[in-house]
């Protein structure tokens, strides 16, 4: 069998619904919001980009980010694998093309923030490259960044 080819697509109208219904696993529900809710909030946001996460040509997961304030950073909003299709490879292969792409868009930093937590993400964001920056926002959000 080979390896399915994971790629970031854009949502259509045809589409939209399908994104809607991929959901983390219960435990983890409390770290992202629901993918319905990130589409909602990327329409009354002009910078966000946001897209589906597939597996050859099956939607797999849901990824969206927006320019840091300074214009060098790149900011990940939401991220997500559906439970049924985590442990893959394909939260790596995901991330990776978004990080990929961002020197060409001019960007020298990516950035993200996490609840901590036992079904949290942060493991998986170490394994990428990100750290923690030390910093806490208020809803009790930390901060990872990876220079590009
Ligand atoms: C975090 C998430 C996107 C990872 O997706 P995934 O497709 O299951 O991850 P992968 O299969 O690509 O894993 C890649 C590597 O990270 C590791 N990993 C995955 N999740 C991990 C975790 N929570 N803690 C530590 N390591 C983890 C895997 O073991 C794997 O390691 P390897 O490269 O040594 O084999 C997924 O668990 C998820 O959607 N979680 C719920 C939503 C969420 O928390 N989003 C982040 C909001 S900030």
Redesign the pocket.
């Given at each position: 069998m080979t390896t399915p080819v994971v790629t970031l697509r854009e949502i259509t109208a045809e589409t939209v619904r399908a994104i809607c219904e991929l959901e983390?696993?219960e435990a983890?529900?409390g770290?992202?919001a629901p993918n319905a809710v990130s589409i909602a909030q990327a329409h009354f946001n002009p910078a966000a980009v946001f897209r589906a996460i597939y597996a050859d040509e099956a939607p797999?997961?849901f990824i969206m980010w927006r320019p840091g304030d300074d214009g060098a950073s790149c900011f990940?909003w939401?991220?997500?694998?559906?439970?049924r299709?985590?442990?893959?490879?394909?939260?790596?292969?995901?991330?990776a093309l978004w990080l990929n792409g961002l020197p060409a868009l001019g960007y020298r930093l990516a950035q993200?923030?996490?609840?901590p937590g036992d079904?949290?993400?942060?493991?998986?964001?170490?394994?990428?490259g990100f750290r923690d920056t030390g910093e806490q926002r208020a809803n009790g959000e930390r901060l990872m960044e990876l220079v590009l």
């Amino acid at each position: 069998m080979t390896t399915p080819v994971v790629t970031l697509r854009e949502i259509t109208a045809e589409t939209v619904r399908a994104i809607c219904e991929l959901e983390p696993h219960e435990a983890q529900s409390g770290f992202v919001a629901p993918n319905a809710v990130s589409i909602a909030q990327a329409h009354f946001n002009p910078a966000a980009v946001f897209r589906a996460i597939y597996a050859d040509e099956a939607p797999v997961g849901f990824i969206m980010w927006r320019p840091g304030d300074d214009g060098a950073s790149c900011f990940l909003w939401r991220f997500m694998i559906d439970g049924r299709h985590q442990g893959k490879g394909y939260g790596r292969e995901a991330i990776a093309l978004w990080l990929n792409g961002l020197p060409a868009l001019g960007y020298r930093l990516a950035q993200l923030s996490y609840l901590p937590g036992d079904a949290g993400p942060h493991g998986f964001y170490l394994v990428q490259g990100f750290r923690d920056t030390g910093e806490q926002r208020a809803n009790g959000e930390r901060l990872m960044e990876l220079v590009l």
